[in-house]
């Protein structure tokens, strides 16, 4: 019984691991779309590719 509850603890740990890990990616996307609007708003070309790579490679 024991080893059922170690089991079901690391199961636990690794979907709140999930979790965290999508809510901070999502953060991220908010910030680097509201950086993108920015950037087009201002003419910020560089800024504009480097927020779009990024973008890119989180997704």
Known sequence: MDKLKVTYEVMLG???????????????REELYKG???ALANG?????TELTDELKSLE
Not at 17 to 26: L, Q
Not at 44 to 48: E, H, N, R
């Open 14 to 28: 690794l979907a709140a691991e999930m979790v965290w890990d999508e809510c901070i990616r999502k953060h991220r």
């Open 36 to 38: 993108i609007d920015s």
């Open 44 to 48: 910020d070309k560089m800024a504009f």
